[in-house]
């Protein structure tokens, strides 16, 4: 019997190196593609790191520069609580005051400033201010001041308030008229 070999010699190797080669190929193809989006993977996550990166960087420098501020803004509060503290001792002083003082801030507040005091006595609640104007106004607007002169309750502190005397002496060295005065004020 005669035997025909219609395979082809090394054809079934062919094919199955084919098929090998092609799988190869295939294999390489997603390999380099898996490459290509792991490094356009890596660039976009770094891009992003960057932007966090600096943005953390920029919000350290604002806090920094915050940090300043609510520094200084403390310091300003502290000081603040300080000068309150001074105004509350200076009102309670103020409210405290009595006698003596009370009536030599009264009179200082009416004072003039063209007008000098030489003397101030007080006996029985009567007070007696001696001194000396540049103008007769200036010794009137003092005693008119005086009469509007209030105590912490808004009342009045003088009942009376009169000119005893005004003499009228003339400086010869320098051709000046002063107006000596004496006042008188009763305490109510």
Not at 7 to 33: D, P, R, T, W, Y
Request: with cysteine; charged share 30%.
């Amino acid at each position: 019997m005669i035997k025909i070999n219609l395979i082809q010699k090394g054809s079934g190797q062919s094919k199955a190196m084919m098929n090998v080669a092609f799988e190869i190929g295939i294999f390489a193809i997603i390999l380099l593609a898996a490459a290509i989006g792991m490094f356009a993977y890596t660039g976009i996550m770094n891009g992003k790191i960057s932007d966090i990166n600096s943005r953390i960087q920029r919000e350290k420098e604002e806090q920094q520069r915050l940090k300043a501020v609510i520094e200084k803004v403390n310091e300003l509060k502290k000081k603040a609580e300080v000068f309150e503290k001074k105004v509350e001792i200076i009102t309670e002083l103020k409210e405290k005051q009595t006698g003596p003082a009370k009536l030599m801030i009264s009179i200082a507040a009416a004072r003039p400033d063209n007008l000098q005091l030489n003397s101030v006595k007080e006996q029985g609640g009567t007070i007696k201010l001696v001194g000396r104007a540049s103008s007769s106004f200036a010794a009137a607007t003092f005693v008119r001041d005086l009469k509007q002169q209030k105590d912490g309750k808004g009342e009045s502190i003088f009942s009376e308030v009169d000119i005893l005397k005004q003499t009228i002496i003339t400086m010869k060295d320098v051709n000046y008229d002063v107006y000596e005065f004496e006042i008188v004020c009763r305490l109510k």
